[in-house]
């Protein structure tokens, strides 16, 4: 945790006076900017998960030991009824306008469904400060959205490109022409410390299979460019017969995959004898990543209790926040 949180002080006492924590102490002889008093630090890449003390000099953090002694900290606000973290991520998340075109609301658009992003910064409100845009954007469409988005944020922007070049909400989500593998890779390659990975999302979930639309069309573009990258694929994913759940965990994804919307209504979690599907286990132990992506309507409580309470325990917890979701507001909901 130490050095590696740029934060204003004062941005860290609104924080937790806001979260029901009180400032308790203001010295004139000070070893800290803030003091950070008697909250249950949890920071995984240091092993720490116990009462610690943080203190913070010039926007950084500068100690993480207990018992700082309370005249070392110029501000000294008590947090110890509180969980003090680094900065959270959110792997799932929407930014920018994707491939919804500019004039969506004239009559005359190719697309009329509105843009999915909601500013990157809202997810400040509740810790997080990286965000991964989840493929809102295609080949075609990143460096709107980086200029738009990812330059200007205050939070770190990192992405997912669609497989589909021109992104989501554009209407060209089902044109297999658009699953460009060689433009999806040399945009990859030009931004590598940006775009962390590869999205396939929304593919020919009820019509009927033609010549063009075969059932894995999508995935294995997908997985093509992840290859050819080294990185990552998220799959949004809806199974049929002809390319069921099990074939896209434990035969497509690779290890450090990601399948998201894991407790959503249309992946068999729960067999009807009520046990956990024994797949996500075998495909846990093959390298792949399970993440919540909770979304407007991908997590159902049926699918999550029951696997919980038999120790399925997803991998990340994500929000899918975009412009259509009302059903939670921040990742603190989520949590």
């Given at each position: 945790?130490?050095?590696?949180?740029?934060?204003?002080?004062?941005?860290?006492?609104?924080?937790?006076?806001?979260?029901?924590?009180?400032?308790?102490?203001?010295?004139?002889?000070?070893?800290?900017?803030?003091?950070?008093?008697?909250?249950?630090?949890?920071?995984?890449?240091?092993?720490?998960?116990?009462?610690?003390?943080?203190?913070?000099?010039?926007?950084?953090?500068?100690?993480?030991?207990?018992?700082?002694?309370?005249?070392?900290?110029?501000?000294?606000?008590?947090?110890?009824?509180?969980?003090?973290?680094?900065?959270?991520?959110?792997?799932?998340?929407?930014?920018?306008?994707?491939?919804?075109?500019?004039?969506?609301?004239?009559?005359?658009?190719?697309?009329?469904?509105?843009?999915?992003?909601?500013?990157?910064?809202?997810?400040?409100?509740?810790?997080?400060?990286?965000?991964?845009?989840?493929?809102?954007?295609?080949?075609?469409?990143?460096?709107?959205?980086?200029?738009?988005?990812?330059?200007?944020?205050?939070?770190?922007?990192?992405?997912?490109?669609?497989?589909v070049a021109n992104g989501m909400n554009g209407s060209l989500e089902q044109s297999v022409s658009q699953m460009d593998v060689k433009l999806c890779v040399d945009t990859i390659k030009k931004y590598p410390d940006l775009i962390v990975g590869v999205k396939t999302a929304h593919y020919w979930t009820r019509e009927p299979w033609d010549p063009e639309h075969v059932p894995w069309a999508a995935v294995d573009r997908a997985i093509e460019c992840g290859i050819l990258t080294n990185s990552p694929v998220m799959f949004d994913f809806w199974p049929r017969s002809e390319r069921t759940y099990e074939d896209l965990i434990l035969t497509k994804m690779r290890p450090g995959d990601i399948h998201t919307h894991v407790f959503a209504q249309q992946f068999p979690i729960i067999l009807p004898d009520g046990k956990i599907n024994p797949a996500l286990a075998q495909a846990r132990a093959r390298g792949v990543f399970f993440d919540v992506g909770h979304g407007s309507g991908s997590f159902w409580f049926r699918n999550a209790v029951p696997a919980e309470k038999q120790g399925f325990i997803p991998d990340s917890i994500s929000t899918d926040l975009h412009t259509g979701n009302y059903t939670v507001v921040s990742m603190n909901d989520v949590m």
């Open positions: 945790m130490k050095n590696r949180i740029h934060i204003a002080p004062a941005i860290l006492a609104m924080l937790a006076l806001a979260l029901g924590s009180s400032v308790v102490a203001f010295a004139q002889t000070t070893r800290y900017d803030l003091l950070l008093k008697g909250g249950h630090v949890i920071d995984p890449a240091n092993h720490i998960d116990e009462v610690r003390d943080v203190g913070v000099l010039q926007g950084q953090i500068a100690a993480v030991e207990k018992n700082i002694p309370a005249d070392q900290g110029r501000m000294v606000v008590d947090v110890s009824r509180l969980y003090v973290t680094p900065g959270l991520i959110d792997i799932h998340y929407h930014v920018g306008h994707g491939g919804a075109p500019l004039d969506w609301f004239a009559p005359d658009a190719r697309a009329h469904a509105l843009p999915l992003g909601i500013p990157a910064d809202l997810a400040l409100q509740s810790g997080v400060t990286t965000i991964v845009d989840a493929g809102t954007s295609g080949a075609e469409t990143f460096l709107q959205e980086k200029e738009e988005v990812i330059d200007r944020a205050r939070v770190r922007v990192l992405a997912f490109l669609n497989i």
